[in-house]
């Protein structure tokens, strides 16, 4: 069974930064592409970026320039990377598989204010 | 970003009667090599979204045959052929054929 914990949440001020961490298990993590997404009440849901099963990386312009994502293959781990966070950030994250979100996990709050 | 437009935003249905939702984009969401990349999502209420069906028609492992997925191009549908009570939730859709990605504003559907 596919599963992705996420973890890493919080309450966090303006400025700061946060890991967000995503345990993947139930597939061979190396062979897949793992997706961040985010939730709120007023934007609905919105894709953040992805991480490819070599490596590379593709961001929303939103987030772009702020946010990182990395894997550890070895521990079937995904990471987000949340620096110079803004308010608007506020939302829950939730890590996927592949593109298109084909499994998510549960989702952490991430809460930015002062 | 291509938008994504879903009506209604709220659907009230009777337990056992069909649901229909529909899902326009702004651009053809048909890719280049030939595949539309157009999926269905379902969030119950406090659980995460869990995908319905993919690629317009498709539909997921486990997902009842109630569910349906149809259309092309900038039209596409969800129906539900009969509602049942465990399908209260809110039905997003989200286009994959266009980066960035993005989804519809989501349905909330409800039992009157």
């Known amino acids: 069974e596919v599963q992705l914990v996420e973890s890493g949440g919080g309450l966090v001020q303006p400025g700061r930064s946060l890991r967000l961490s995503c345990v993947a298990s139930g597939f061979t993590f190396g062979d897949y592409v793992i997706s961040w997404f985010r939730q709120t009440p007023g934007k609905g849901l919105e894709w953040v970026g992805f991480?490819?099963?070599?490596?590379?990386?593709l961001y929303a312009t939103s987030v772009k320039g702020r946010f990182t994502i990395s894997r550890d293959d070895s521990n079937s781990i995904a990471y987000l990377q949340m620096d110079s966070l803004k308010i608007d950030d506020t939302a829950v994250y939730y890590c996927?598989?592949?593109?298109?979100?084909?499994?998510w996990g549960q989702g952490t709050l991430v809460t930015v204010s002062s | 970003d291509v938008v994504v437009t879903q009506s209604p935003l709220s659907l009230p249905v009777t337990l056992g009667q069909p649901a229909s939702i529909s899902c326009r984009s702004s651009q053809s969401l048909l890719y280049s090599d030939g595949i539309t990349y157009l999926n269905w999502f379902q969030q119950r209420p406090g659980q995460s979204p869990r995908r319905l069906i993919y690629k317009v028609s498709n539909r997921d492992s486990g997902v009842p045959d109630r569910f349906s997925g149809s259309g092309s191009g900038t039209d596409f549908t969800l129906k539900i052929s009969r509602v049942e009570a465990e399908d209260v939730g809110v039905y997003y859709c989200l286009q994959g054929t266009h980066w960035p990605i993005t989804f519809g504003q989501g349905t909330r559907l409800e039992i009157k």
């Open positions: 996927t598989r592949d593109y298109y979100a084909t499994f």
């Open positions: 991480i490819r099963a070599v490596g590379t990386t």
